[in-house]
């Protein structure tokens, strides 16, 4: 193992030991154009104690480190907040190669660790709210089951005044940089709110509750440590705020405008959609499938109060981006939508029939029966698709406060 790489103190007794990923550009199907990377945490305590591991194939490089403060052969204890592979992929062999005294994670964890790995190695579970001695400081540990798995855990270091968040309050950013304020305002807003709408979107009502318990135990936070992304050292209160908000699903009014098209006619619809929204007094935020990724879209959902597709018809059904943007949707349960469906077609005109009915599937209130044209659509077609949009706006003046 060479010691190419170093760690970074983050507190007198912490250091990040973690791994930068700058090659990944796909998570689940989560475009990761900034790369990301899988954080880990040494404190050094009495009992020397890691949190969380990394992926797999970045073990070396988080051993490495950890060797540019410690023999990593001097680790007590490992701590595992969340067991997906991205944070535990190297733990069997940091297991076998360390050999720590103990190695920590949830009820819930421990069995997952162990069917994950087929392992024998003993995985010691803690309960919601249990602490562990570490000697001279202490760790308590908090479930935060389904955020975003049910095993999910927190780990609060009272003695420094960090919370160790595992994915919560995360983001997928490759960065030589280690903290929030050191990265431009713009990318750090966006990569929360892309990691929130595309991770923790669909447990909102648990993220809205399990912050709820958190404030409630009043917990003194200096730090947040997540497991990807910056350390959050300034923005606290401002990314604590932000889940809150994202956990409202609060609609404003916004209307989002998703297409594909094959000869520009179903395009033309979607601008006409546009005008009418802006025309009556809502915002239009037109996204087109040819130039957006289905997880970029999903970061528009957050605060819309409207989602409106538009897909030509291809073969008795709807194009494929479109159907792949719609089923994605779908699985992040977005709520308190209004929507409708535009499209054009050549001789038979299924598309806005069955991008109804998804919708309906993700329970969006449709506003009125779509627009279909047929071929390139008429002065008539497109004042129709104005009028739609006209007809969006005044339902999301009525339904939206901002």
């Known amino acids: 193992m060479t010691k190419q790489f170093s760690a970074l103190k983050v507190t007198d007794h912490i250091y990040w030991v973690g791994a930068i990923d700058w090659a ?14 899988y954080n880990a945490y040494l404190i050094m305590a009495e009992k020397i104690t890691l949190v969380d591991t990394v992926k797999a194939a970045f073990k070396d490089e988080m051993l490495s480190r950890v060797a540019s403060v410690i023999d990593p052969g001097q680790i007590s204890y490992v701590i595992s907040n969340h067991s997906e592979m991205d944070h535990s992929g190297c ?13 920590f994670a949830s009820v819930i964890g421990a069995k997952t660790l162990k069917e994950h790995f087929h392992t024998d190695d003993e995985i010691v579970a803690v309960k919601d709210g249990q602490a562990v001695s570490l000697g001279n400081m202490t760790l308590r540990f908090f479930e935060t089951k389904m955020l975003h798995w049910p095993d999910s855990m927190i780990a609060h270091l009272p003695d420094e005044s960090v919370l160790f968040s595992q994915d919560g309050f995360g983001m997928h950013l490759a960065s030589s940089e280690r903290f929030d304020d050191e990265i431009s305002d713009e990318i750090l807003l966006y990569e929360s709110a892309k990691y929130y709408a595309n991770i923790l979107l669909p447990w909102s009502a648990i993220v809205a509750k399990t912050l709820q318990k958190l404030l409630q135990l009043n917990l003194t936070i200096k730090l947040i440590a997540p497991d990807h992304g910056p350390i959050w050292r300034k923005g606290v209160k401002r990314i604590v705020d932000l889940y809150l908000k994202w956990s409202e699903r609060a609609p404003a009014k916004k209307a989002v405008i998703v297409y594909d098209t094959m000869w520009q006619s179903t395009a033309k619809m979607a601008e006409a959609v546009a005008e009418g929204v802006t025309a009556g007094g809502g915002q239009a935020k037109v996204m087109p499938l040819s130039a957006q990724h289905r997880s970029d879209i999903a970061v528009e959902m957050l605060d819309a109060g409207a989602l ?21 949707l779908r699985g992040l349960k977005p709520h308190n939508l209004i929507g409708a469906a535009f499209g054009s077609y050549g001789w038979s005109g299924e598309a806005v029939g069955i991008m109804e009915s998804i919708l309906q599937e993700m329970k969006v209130e449709l506003v009125e029966k779509g627009v279909s044209a047929r071929y390139v659509p008429t002065d008539e077609d497109l004042s129709r ?18």
């Open 24 to 37: 990944l550009h796909d998570f689940h199907g989560y475009l990761t154009s900034r790369g990301t990377s």
């Open 91 to 103: 733990l069997p062999d940091l297991i076998r190669l360390v050999k720590p005294q103990k190695v």
């Open 308 to 328: 409106l597709v538009g897909s030509p018809t291809i073969n008795n059904t709807i194009f494929p981006t479109v159907a792949d943007m719609l089923f994605y």
């Open 385 to 402: 698709c104005v009028s739609l949009g006209q007809r969006v706006a005044e339902k999301l003046k009525e339904r939206c406060k901002t």
